[in-house]
């Protein structure tokens, strides 16, 4: 529905030149063109006739996906096979191999039907699912059930290993598994006999996609030389080979399916499915080790697993800036305990360093009020007489300090401070079940009572009050007279997170839209006190 509202943003972008809506624009169309190499460690073939996909029961055609001929009896049902228990999750290993389910236990977790978030989806893909590229053996490798040295274990307080086994007619294929209680896990697989094989990362995680908030989700490649590659649901083109890999990840809004640790000269590749969503795996050797993670987007869980795993959190191109204002409100957390409070010190924070500009602006849109009067007697004078006119406009703006610009650089400037702050907390997971006060029990989701975006709204209509204009066009300020209903409509729907930051960040700007009132007010009335002492 937002989607469909893109020619009247559009409009709004170019009446208000607004920081606000700049940041709404970036929630409904964020940017997610992938960053390419233009070296040799990214190579892109197009090909019409790979990724074409078919989906059963238990798992997708891998052979279009792979473009790689491969056995019908993949789609062969399984049955579970290991079940590995912790205190915040239950991960199932069926008779396949692969990873077939993680069921995340926490309260904060769970689907728009109240029950607990299931990570793997049913169909497509999953984690660990190994594809042999001769295509018989694949045949049987996807009939032939592997066995476990164990049935059930329990990971809370020190990590277990699993080993599953397949016995081929000619080949013997073991993989030795290894859980944490943080959600991480190594990998060895071992054959029996070299053959060439692939291994699949799976598909994303598909949690509350209702629920998305306009976030992207798809495929993440992230490369040794700090080259992060996003390839979009419905964005996959042909194949994509990469190289000098660090991760890879099949991600959501909050959770991701994440593989690490992978030698530098291994190949990566991304398919395309029959929806153009991306579909990630690589080529295995006889001897094979790596790590992966299934679970939320937690920043200091996948440091505390490995610093690389942060990178596979998706901040789109204002990551630079995200980054480091998400270090700051974690420090804000960590010192107030609530991630609420922590928004409005971050809040406050920004508006403190950002006050020169703002004062600035506002400033330079007090004087070019005042000035309106003159600008209008100057166009009656030299009606007729476009240059004299435009000399005698740009003398007077100079000779009151005047800028006409700037009311609007100083607005423009801060665009990459906010896109950045709005791509924290939509994607901030740690938001996620955070009670703030009262009513507003998860910051993460909408207001379920609306009072929230109804007070951004209303702190919106008072600022829009306060700010000094001199609209010529009558269009324009009608438009200008509604943004604050078009805007609670958009937040509506937004995290409570959000629509608190931006709540808080209006009544900042009202604070100091009324200081800088005051100063002209009391400027007025002191130059009036002092004609009359004449």
């Keep these: 529905m937002l989607d469909k509202m893109s020619p009247n943003q559009r409009l709004i972008v170019a009446v208000l030149l607004s920081v606000i809506f700049f940041v709404g624009y970036t929630a409904i169309f964020p940017p997610v063109e992938p960053e390419v190499a233009q070296d040799a460690k990214v190579q892109i073939t197009q090909n019409s006739n790979v990724g074409q996909t078919s ?59 109240d029950n607990h978030a299931q990570l793997i989806p049913s169909s497509g893909t999953k984690p660990l699912y190994i594809r042999f590229m001769d295509e018989n053996l694949n045949k049987e490798a996807s009939s032939v059930a592997y066995t476990a040295d164990v049935n059930e274990i329990n990971v809370d307080g020190s990590a277990k290993t699993v080993t599953l086994t397949q016995k081929l007619s000619s080949l013997t294929i073991n993989k030795k598994l290894t859980f944490f209680q943080d959600g991480h896990y190594d990998v060895e697989i071992s054959l029996s006999e070299d053959k060439r094989y692939f291994v699949y990362l799976g598909q994303r995680p598909r949690v509350n996609e209702d629920e998305q908030m306009m976030t992207v989700v798809g495929a993440m490649v992230y490369t ?15 194949r994509q ?11 959501d809004q909050y959770t991701a399916t994440i593989m690490y640790g992978l030698s530098k000269d291994r190949t990566i590749v991304v398919e395309r499915d029959r929806d153009d969503n991306p579909v990630v795996y690589f080529d295995g050797t006889q001897n094979l080790k790596f790590s992966a993670y299934i679970g939320e987007k937690n920043y200091k869980t996948l440091e505390s697993i490995n610093p ?23 420090w804000l957390h960590g010192i107030f305990g609530n991630w609420g409070w922590s928004i409005i010190a971050l809040t406050a924070i920004i508006r403190f360093v950002l ?58 400037m801060q665009i990459p401070v906010f896109f950045a702050i709005y791509r924290v907390l939509l994607n901030a997971v740690e938001l996620q079940g955070s009670e703030w006060i009262l009513w507003v029990n998860d910051l993460s989701r909408m207001d ?15 600022q829009q009050r ?45 604070l100091q839209q009324f200081i800088v009132n005051t100063q002209f007010k009391n400027a007025k009335d002191a130059l009036k006190a002092a004609k009359v002492e004449k």
């Design 448 to 462: 379920p009572y609306y009072v929230m975006p109804i007070l951004m709204g209303a702190s919106m209509f008072l």
């Design 355 to 412: 006050y020169p500009l703002t004062y600035k602006g506002m400033v330079s849109m007090q004087k070019m009020k005042d000035l309106a009067p003159k600008i209008k007697d100057l166009k009656e004078k030299y009606k007729g007489d476009p240059q004299r006119l435009n000399q005698a406009t740009m003398d007077m703006y100079k000779k009151n300090g005047a800028n006409p610009l700037g009311g609007c650089l100083p607005m423009l």
């Design 55 to 113: 989906t059963t029961n238990t798992d997708v055609n891998v052979e279009a996906q792979a473009g790689h001929s491969i056995a019908a009896s993949e789609r062969t049902s399984s049955s579970n096979l290991v079940t590995i228990t912790s205190e915040n999750f239950i991960l199932k290993l069926d008779t396949l191999g692969r990873i077939s389910s993680k069921e995340l236990l926490e309260e904060k977790f769970r689907d728009k039907e």
């Design 241 to 251: 080979s990469f190289s000098g890999v660090e991760l890879i990840s099949a991600f």
């Design 308 to 330: 690389v795993l942060t990178n596979a959190i998706e901040y789109g191109w204002f990551t630079f800036a995200s980054k480091p204002l998400f270090a700051l409100l974690s």
């Design 466 to 510: 306060m700010t000094p204009n001199n609209f010529s066009d009558p269009m324009q300020e009608k438009v200008m007279k509604w943004l604050p209903v078009i805007f609670t409509f958009f937040f509506v729907t937004f995290p409570s997170g959000l629509v608190l930051y931006w709540f808080v960040n209006n009544l900042f700007s009202i």
């Design 224 to 238: 040794d030389d700090e080259i992060v590659t996003i390839i979009a649901d419905g964005d996959a083109e042909g």
